[in-house]
């Protein structure tokens, strides 16, 4: 009989690095902070201990150098976890990760295959301002030869890491930071999940709601109350923003004619506006109202709460957006 433990993210992330580590000699940790203060957000707490300085290895604040350090020791047949802190900081490894990691197999005729994973935190709503808070994910989910995933919960958290280390291309994880202190039970024996489909969350027939990582929650707090005023919300989570799962998003809105994406990028250029072109593309016969998209307020992130709430997509907004649909 499987039995569950309740478990935060945050420990499952590092129940699965942790995992990787003991199966596999070629996988190691590095970056910012990941040895002796055990990572920025804690998730690698007492791996150095456990597995040693050659495993859990701290960089300098460079974060061009650790990613192309990591791509080097991928090409050299080693298993490295790269974490880069937060997407802003990723910024900083761009050229590494677009013109290096996501090409070279490509520019070498397929001889030269980069298995990196790479991992870093996304997302507001923790007071850290502009250059800790942003929803950049969308931009590498543009980027042809990486895979992009977005865990948005405990049992993914747990779960994505292994088979993207069996990737032989490079593979980037998105952790959103506000889900690293939600607790979900997990099943003691949970392993690895599949990295390829999205997942209907909720079923329902008058609308889907399409969401990922932070925003999954937002998504789910809606249909909550929608479900209030007799509205039933079907909740579709992307979980892999590259590539796209067309089929599960798709059959979704088939069913149920409605669609309404939340999404913490900024609207413009956004996934949203990718999935949203996706659906009038493969379902336009099918929808009875414009898709609507739920996005982050098109400005830095504030600092101050009450201006960082409003900035993000709220349960009320997304509630607003079907009611449009609805009618």
Do not use: K
């Not at 959103?176 to 003691?188: K, Q, R, T």
């Not at 039933?232 to 989570?237: G, I, K, P, R």
Request: with cysteine; glycine share 10%; charged share 20%.
């Amino acid at each position: 009989m499987t039995t569950t433990t309740l478990t935060s993210y945050r420990v499952a992330v590092r129940e699965a690095l942790r995992e990787a580590m003991h199966r596999d000699e070629r996988v190691f940790l590095m970056g910012e902070d990941v040895g002796a203060y055990g990572g920025s957000f804690g998730v690698s707490l007492g791996l150095l201990e456990e597995l040693g300085p050659e495993r859990v290895r701290d960089t300098p604040l460079s974060e061009a150098a650790f990613v192309g350090a990591g791509i080097g020791a991928a090409i050299g047949g080693m298993r490295p976890v790269v974490e880069v802190m937060t997407v802003n900081f990723s910024l900083l490894a761009l050229d590494q990760i677009l013109n290096n990691a996501a090409t070279l197999l490509h520019m070498s005729g397929g001889q030269v295959n980069v298995p990196l994973v790479v991992r870093m935190t996304t997302g507001g709503g923790r007071q850290l301002a502009a250059q800790h808070s942003h929803s950049l994910e969308g931009w590498y989910a543009a980027i042809p030869g990486l895979t992009v995933l977005a865990p948005a919960t405990v049992a993914d958290a747990r779960g994505m890491l292994w088979p993207a280390l069996l990737d032989p291309d490079p593979v980037l994880i998105f952790e959103h930071g506000g889900l690293y202190n939600v607790e979900e039970p997990l099943a003691d024996d949970a392993g690895p999940v599949d990295i390829t489909r999205a997942a209907v969350r909720r079923p329902g027939t008058d609308v889907t709601l399409i969401a990922y990582g932070g925003t999954l929650s937002v998504a789910l707090a809606a249909a909550d109350l929608l479900a209030d005023d007799g509205v039933d919300a079907e909740v579709v989570d992307l979980r892999v923003l590259r590539p796209l799962d067309d089929e599960t998003v798709v059959g979704s809105v088939r069913r149920t004619h409605r669609a309404v994406v939340v999404d913490e990028g900024w609207r413009t250029g956004s996934l949203a506006a990718e999935v949203s072109a996706r659906i009038t593309e493969q379902a336009f016969y099918d929808l009875d109202a414009p898709v609507q998209r739920v996005c982050s307020v098109e400005v830095p992130m504030p600092y101050a709460r009450d201006l960082e709430q409003a900035a993000l997509p709220q349960p009320g907004r997304v509630v607003d957006a079907v009611r449009a649909v609805v009618g």
